[in-house]
């Protein structure tokens, strides 16, 4: 389902097109190798695998990670393929597991597993961040690897050189070293390191038992907490392309590549070079559709409401992907599993079982961020897309009032909050 990119700190796409999950195979055995989000190896020996069930690899994998049961349903089992040739295994977050669900998990291996993977999505920059929000991150990873802050702390003396190891690569301007200044010796760090160092003084380090320090569980569902502010946390990931607009006397576009990351909750388009998002949108506010003309890209359509000089109009975005297939039937699913889902209560816990009214109340679902300027605001004025409204005759370019959506896909009505566009009494072509 998802073409991985390599991130800092981890081997990219050339050395993983060489990795295998099938290390050996003899006439009744083999060695099935499964790797988790911090690229860490889990070697199986497995009998008879051509019978071998997902359900039984997955409770494999627990079995030699000694998991508890909550995680049959927190982690599943992807096959990733960064350059299309053998893929190989992965255990690490479902996509379909609730936000809500996760911050009611007391486990500290499974809090771990899940702050390696959405800690790996922020310093590749698949998650996009604003710098206050990657310096607040990092200083929680700076806490679980240097432990609390200490002016002179020997360890980050040996890992000065590793800063891309808190924060994402484009932070990560070299110049005096953020370590030098944890040593007090006088020298001034840059700033993107001078931020990271104000937020790991203060991280806090009141324990759940009221000692001094923290247990590093704490830090793990800390670090959760506030990537569950991103709107794209948890989401599958797939490639695509997108047009750009036109620009200068010929009208030059060409085309740009972005990551579609898609979750129970929407869709986000996102700049793969830029770093920020181009187009954010729940299922309320879109239909969708795929196309596969023979001897054409396959194309993703989404379709919105937007705006032309200030007039209502209906957008429509073409998203190039060979996954768009798979794309479109990941959003059917997704609002499927929405719709069917009962609205959170006290019976939904961490176990799935009732809970009893003397239990904690589920977490407080945190605001998004809504900086101006930020990196998760939508940029529809850096893609290309068509204004339209549908007279019942065909696709025009207009400027319009409301009518019928050109895509029938699109979640039940009375439901979502996406409406189309009206051609007015005389429809003025673009």
Partial sequence: MDGTEGSAGQPG???????????????????????????????????NLPSLSAHELHRAVREVLQLPDIALDVFALWLVSPLLDEPFLQFRRNVFFPKRRELQIHDEEVLRLLYEEAKGNVLAARYPCDVEDCEALGALVCRVQLGPYQPGHPAACDLREKLDSFLPAHLCKRGQSLFAALRGRGARAGPGEQGLLNAYRQVQE??????????????????????????????????????????????????????????????HVIDSREKHVLLGLRFQELSWDHTS?????????????????????????????????????????????????EPAGPQDSATGSPSDPSSSPAPVQRP????????????????STIDYVED???????????????????????????????????????
């Fill in 368 to 383: 998004k961020l809504r900086r101006q300027g930020s990196v998760v605001s939508s940029r529809i004025q850096h893609l």
């Fill in 13 to 47: 796409p050339a050395e993983r097109s060489h990795r295998s999950s099938v290390s050996s195979v003899g006439a009744r055995a083999a060695d099935v190798l499964v790797y988790l989000a911090d690229d860490t190896v889990v070697p199986l020996a497995v009998e």
């Fill in 293 to 341: 003309p023979e001897e054409e890209e396959p194309i993703l359509w989404l379709e919105f409401d937007g705006d032309s000089e200030g007039t209502p109009v209906n957008k429509l975005l073409k998203i190039y992907s060979k996954q768009a297939e798979l794309m479109s039937s990941l959003i059917e699913y997704c609002i499927e599993l929405s719709q069917a889902a």
């Fill in 206 to 267: 009141v324990s759940s038992d009221g000692g001094c320090e923290a247990a590093l569980g704490t830090h793990y569902r800390a670090y959760l907490l506030k990537c569950h502010e991103l709107p794209f946390y948890g989401c599958a990931f797939f490639h695509g392309e997108v047009d750009k607009p036109a620009q200068g006397f010929l009208h030059r576009g060409g085309r740009k590549p972005v990551s579609v990351a898609i979750s129970l909750e929407g869709v």
């Fill in 392 to 430: 019942g005759k065909g696709i025009r370019r207009v400027k319009p009032k409301r009518t019928t959506s050109f895509f029938s896909r699109q979640l039940s009505l009375g439901q979502g909050s996406y409406t189309v566009v009206q051609p007015g009494d005389s429809l003025e072509q673009g």
